[in-house]
């Protein structure tokens, strides 16, 4: 690959012309693991970064057949054809998505993903949650100063995705479906508290019914919670991807959302404190990837484990003394 050989202005110039080629191109410098690509990345997101800001940024998770790609191909297209620009990402660590995978969700998405205003990128693949996390934010600003007008982050709900994924959006959607009566049973203890709205998807054909008990259920449970806001509430509402039925009052929901967070200053701050908290996650995921690239620490962990193992030494002076020789890296 050619990339380490561009100059920074090659990329920013290209996303800031909203050139696809170069889009995509600087996606993938931000996803490559070569240290000079990485440099040549920060520097095109930094200058990229006063062109941000401006996109809705929607985070959709939901279980594995919830109707996520389908949601999303009528909710992308409803937006398409309201003259809006649309962008696609995914955040999937567990990278058991194959190929064939990705092939189904472009079938799903079959005229979003033709669509000239609209952008598909799967999930970057392999490595940790921290590390995909890390790139698809940096891809979220890059789409921003391309000149998107909504960011769609989507996310299986498995392991920690969902609440990555919620720490980078301004709106988080749970998908659920009716379930036979308990629909409260094997949810995630935990993702209801990071929607700003639940939507029961499949509220077609004969499914209406369960769909609308399902919603006053979630309804009632989400009332139970504390809003993380004092200015919204996160409703339920139901939905179904197939026929489109309700996609379009998700939207308004957004909109809505979105008036009153600004008007009282939250959603500046939701992201202020978004990207404070990144700030954080990236000295953590930093400091490790320090820690077990050192050398000295790489000849010694063994070591000091098996030593902690057996009884030898205490833990703490096992983490102490394998942190003096961070301390003393050079
Ligand atoms: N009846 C009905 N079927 C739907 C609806 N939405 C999705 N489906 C069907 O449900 C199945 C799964 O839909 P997907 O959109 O692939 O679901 P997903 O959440 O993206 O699934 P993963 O990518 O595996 O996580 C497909 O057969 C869809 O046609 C809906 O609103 N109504
Ligand atoms: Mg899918």
Sequence with gaps: MLMGEKEPQFYVDGVRSGNRRILAKTITLIESAHPAHRQLAHTV??????LTGKA????ITGVPGVGKSTFIESFGMM???????????????????????????KTRMERLSVA???????????????????????TLLVCEAAGFDVVIVETVGVGQSETTVASMVDFFLVLMLAGAGDELQGIKKGVLELADAVAINKA??????????????????????????????PPVLTCSALTTNGVDQLWETVNDHRRRLSATGELDQKRRHQAVAWMWSRI???????????????????????????????????????????????
């Excluded at 997101?45 to 006063?50: A, F, I, Q």
């Excluded at 008990?213 to 009632?220: F, G, I």
């Excluded at 030593?307 to 096992?318: D, F, L, M, N, Y």
């Design 45 to 50: 997101v930094d200058e990229l970064l006063p």
């Design 116 to 138: 000239p205003q609209a952008f598909i990128r799967p999930s970057p693949s392999g490595g940790t949650l921290g590390g995909v996390a890390r790139m698809t934010r940096e």
């Design 204 to 233: 077609d054909g004969d499914n209406v019914e369960k769909a609308e008990k399902a919603r006053r259920s979630y309804a009632m449970a989400l009332h139970l919670l504390n809003p993380a806001s004092p200015t919204w509430s």
């Design 79 to 105: 937006l398409v054809e309201k003259g809006l620009k649309v962008a696609v990402l995914a955040v999937d660590p567990s990278s058991t998505r194959s190929g064939g995978s990705v092939m189904a969700d």
């Design 56 to 59: 809705v940024r929607l985070g």
């Design 284 to 330: 953590e995921d930093g400091l490790k990837e320090r820690f077990f690239s050192n050398p000295a620490i790489r000849s010694q962990l063994k070591g000091v484990r098996a030593a902690v193992e057996r009884g030898e030494q205490s833990p703490t002076a096992g983490a102490e003394k394998l942190l003096f020789l961070l301390d003393n890296a050079r």
